[in-house]
């Protein structure tokens, strides 16, 4: 078996939750990692990514393929060409990698969202587990809400909460 770090917007490899889950699972139990980025440029035109943009975006992922091979792990590049290709090209890899589960941040734009709820139904299907992390933010957006499920509308109360749960998550406690 392997795990699988599917590369998305963040391209650090310093304090990146999804590879460092990742690399810990395989570490105990023996694995390699593998990871994957997709390009995905049907997506980029729908949402207007200008070429400098992309020539930044691919210059990172030459960056981050040099870095992880430097730390012995493969990473795959796939031209997908949007957000449903990128869900087959990921379950692709990982299936000829032998990988029992996918790691990959979360991210909150609704397009992403979709993807992301596709990719899930995708691998129970395929019997491999999909490993979402929490990335980027202190707290995660809709993690704050009133014991009926409602966002605050008065800041004392939302902010006693946002501290419970960030110290939950095991981030800092409040200043008293």
Known sequence: MTQLVWFREDLRTDDQRALVA???V?????????????????QWDAHGMGDNRRGF???????????LAEAGIVLHVVDAGDFAGSVRAVLDIARANGAGAVHYNEEYPLNEQRRDASF???????????????????????????????????FTPYRQAWYRELAADGGIAPMA
């Open 57 to 67: 975006l691919l210059d990172n992922v030459l960056q981050l393929q040099a870095a």
């Open 120 to 154: 899930d139904a995708a691998c129970a299907a395929a019997g491999i587990v999909g490993c979402r992390h929490h990335d980027g933010m202190l707290v995660p957006p809709r993690a704050v809400l009133t014991k009926a499920g409602t966002p605050y509308t008065v």
């Open 26 to 42: 395989a570490d105990a139990a023996g694995e390699a990692v593998h990871a994957v980025w997709c390009a995905t440029p049907a």
């Open 22 to 24: 990742a690399v810990a």
